[in-house]
């Protein structure tokens, strides 16, 4: 029988290549907002729709956008993004379903290890949006909300857009993880909720002010304990 514990030493090195690729590629796209969400949003659904103008503003105000790389939301962020003209970045992952590039990427990477790919998502953002989607939208969510709380990443915003999705989860994490005293009443100031794409425009302009390149310097000096 194969024993697969004599090959962990070496996948180190495949670990290691992967983040160096990511690392290179992304640190060059200059500040970053990455978008979130369900792979299998309709291009006819109303999230679609405001994902793609959601991106298209931000690649205007100078972000580049980066998604999965993959369809639904994250083809609708990419889609938007090119319409600006923007740089439009595409991270995907092998899957045992392979996943295919959509075609809005302009900028691809690929990544074998979730845990890569989720930290390229977070290191080189300046913000994130994240649309209604499944357990992978949320892990990316909670993960995010986590590095901020523990100081692991400098704060940033983190905005959910579509109330009705999310404040039945949000009402949950009052009720129950809140109440019990598992977090501080201010974690909940670490992510607003949002309907529309301009009003996710706004919480970034708001939080970086119109100096965008002063905030990205300020932002790399920081200390990224991963």
């Keep these: 029988m194969r024993d697969f514990r004599q090959e962990d030493t070496w996948r180190v090195f495949r670990i290691m290549a992967e983040f160096v690729e990511g690392f290179e590629t992304l640190s060059k796209v200059g500040p970053a907002a990455s978008i979130f969400g369900s792979a299998r949003a309709k291009q006819r659904s109303p999230e679609y729709k405001k994902a793609v103008r959601t991106a298209e503003l931000l690649a205007r105000e100078g972000y580049a956008v980066i998604t999965g790389g993959g369809d639904g939301i994250m083809e609708a962020a990419n889609k938007g993004a090119s319409q600006a003209g923007g740089v439009s970045v595409g991270l995907n992952i092998e899957l045992p379903v392979p996943q ?3 075609r809005y990427v302009t900028t691809a990477l690929s990544f074998r290890y979730f845990f890569v790919r989720k930290m390229m998502f977070v290191k080189y953002a300046r913000a994130l949006v994240i649309f209604p989607g499944g357990f992978g939208t949320l892990d990316e969510f909670l993960e ?30 009052e009720g129950h993880v809140l109440e019990r005293d598992y977090i501080s009443p201010e974690d909940l100031k670490l992510f607003q909720i949002v309907e529309e794409p301009e009003e996710v425009v706004e919480i970034v302009r708001a939080f970086y002010g119109r100096k965008r390149d002063r905030h990205r310097a300020e932002a790399s ?4 304990a991963w």
């Design 100 to 102: 295919k590039l959509n």
């Design 144 to 173: 995010s909300l986590t590095l901020v709380q523990t100081t692991r990443h400098p704060p940033f915003p983190v905005i959910l857009v579509g109330g009705d999705y999310w404040r039945s989860l949000v009402s949950w994490i």
């Design 221 to 224: 000096e920081a200390e990224m």
